[in-house]
């Protein structure tokens, strides 16, 4: 089975604090990829950082970093020092590359961040 | 800015009605997606364009009928809607090689709301 879950539906944090979300996925293929989109109030879901199953680096950019950890199949984004303009709906989603799952993304439910000033 | 824009941002229909969503993408991919954005379920994928030809449809129901005369452009043809049906739509494009998944870049969506 192929499936992403995000297990925080809404989290509410004060401006500058770090919040963590989390994203545990399932596949059993070998090669994959995993992503994670913004989507603003405005709707468009705004491309943030995909990885490679072959690559367990973690990555920074900015105020933003990814922890992916293949033993327990999770791909956590962390947010430090928060910003009200981080408010918006978070997904993760997995792109498996079985032969007949080319260019299938599979997302999650979502979480809701809320950064209140 | 967006490479992927969509038209219209909104849209009002009644169940008889005959309307089209359409999308256009600027980053010169091969493959064009629609998704469907319900409340509070994940997104759905629709139906898959890759070089002008239809290679999936999760059984969508047939008053939605997709287009795609070029690798630019992908229209959502939509008639005799339910109430159900309203959802944000979402258009997304990428550049698939049959080797490697590249990054779907989406659009800004088309608000849909079936009276």
């Known amino acids: 089975a192929q499936k992403v879950t995000q297990a925080q539906t809404e989290i509410s944090v004060v401006e500058k604090e770090d919040v963590t979300l989390d994203c545990v996925y399932e596949?059993?293929?070998?090669?994959?990829?995993l992503f994670w989109y913004k989507q603003p109030p405005s709707g468009e879901l705004v491309f943030l950082i995909r990885?490679?199953?072959?690559?367990?680096q973690n990555e920074i950019s900015g105020r933003y970093s990814w922890n992916f950890q293949k033993s327990t199949s999770s791909f956590n984004f962390t947010i430090t020092a928060s910003q009200v303009v981080d408010s918006a709906v978070y997904f993760c989603?997995?792109?498996?590359?079985?032969?007949?799952?080319?260019?299938?993304?599979?997302f999650g439910q979502g979480t809701t961040l809320q950064v209140k000033p | 800015e967006t490479g992927v824009t969509q038209t219209p941002r909104h849209l009002v229909m009644g169940m008889t009605n005959k309307k089209s969503l359409k999308c256009e993408q600027h980053?010169?991919?091969?493959?064009m997606y629609w998704y469907k954005q319900s409340a509070k379920k994940p997104l759905e994928l629709m139906f898959v364009?890759?070089?002008?030809?239809?290679?999936e449809n999760n059984s969508v129901p047939s008053r939605f009928s997709p287009e795609c005369p070029n690798s630019s452009h992908l229209f959502l043809h939509l008639h005799t809607l339910q109430p159900e049906d309203s959802a944000l739509y979402l258009c997304?494009?990428?550049?698939?090689?049959?080797?490697?998944?590249?990054?779907?870049?989406f659009g800004p969506g088309t608000r849909l709301t079936v009276l």
């Open positions: 997304a494009s990428s550049q698939e090689t049959g080797l490697r998944t590249d990054t779907q870049y």
């Open positions: 596949t059993r293929d070998t090669t994959y990829y």
């Open positions: 990885r490679n199953s072959f690559d367990e």
């Open positions: 989603a997995l792109s498996p590359r079985g032969s007949s799952n080319t260019g299938k993304l599979i």
């Open positions: 980053l010169g991919h091969n493959a």
């Open positions: 364009y890759s070089l002008e030809e239809r290679v």
